[in-house]
């Protein structure tokens, strides 16, 4: 004969299951970090636009080629760190898109965030 568990042990597993939550919430936002999207809404969004579409003449459709094309992740954060210049684009991207106080760690975020953005 299958009984239910005593509620004793119903509430701890339910203290556990919360306690649990709470920790990994609490682990999410690490202290001075912004998330990739706050980092792109506040610095990138001016040029790039909302969907990586290009919000300005000179900036290039992230969509239509296909980014990030085949470019690693070391490559794609020295250009976002060091910004630079194809010879067929009339603008440069900025370093750090002219935020100078990005960390390495704001500019990971930024660019997991439009990887994820542009794969939709
Ligand atoms: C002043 C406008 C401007 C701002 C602000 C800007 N970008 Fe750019 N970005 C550009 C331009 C222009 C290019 C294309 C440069 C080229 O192809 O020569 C570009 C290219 C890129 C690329 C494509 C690189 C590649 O290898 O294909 C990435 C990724 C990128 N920007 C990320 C960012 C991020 C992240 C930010 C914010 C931290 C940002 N950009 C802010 C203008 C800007």
Redesign the pocket.
Known sequence: MTRSPPARIVASWAYKLLLAATLASAALPVVGQASGRD??MN??V???GPDGQGA?P???D?VAVD???G?DDA??LK??RDG???LE?P????P????RA?SEADLRA??EY?KAMLAR
């Open positions: 980092i792109y610095s990138c001016a040029c790039h300005l000179g900036v290039p992230l980014w990030p094309a470019l490559t794609l250009r976002i630079f210049q194809s684009s603008l440069a991207m900025p750090k898109g002219g935020n990005l930024v660019l439009m």
